[in-house]
């Protein structure tokens, strides 16, 4: 199994989308939860860390920044 990689500030696809009809999302926080915001409707959602990388489909732009 593919281990799935993801930092700070990435655009990630998560397995269901978000009841405003997106399903593009980005990381803000980074931790032991994860806070997601909705790139759609801009609503941020703190899960934890292990049942983010279980919902979490791929990562769609990665940040290339400092």
């Known amino acids: 199994m593919e281990t799935k990689e993801f930092g700070i500030n990435d655009i990630v696809e998560m397995k269901k989308q978000h009841p405003c009809?997106?399903?593009?999302?980005?990381?803000?926080?980074?931790?032991?939860?994860?806070?997601?915001?909705?790139?759609?409707?801009?609503?941020?959602?703190?899960?934890?860390?292990?049942?983010f990388a279980r919902k979490m489909k791929k990562v769609l732009v990665k940040f290339e920044g400092e």
């Open 21 to 51: 009809g997106e399903n593009r999302w980005k990381i803000i926080r980074l931790g032991m939860d994860i806070r997601i915001k909705c790139e759609g409707c801009h609503h941020s959602v703190l899960i934890p860390r292990r049942e």
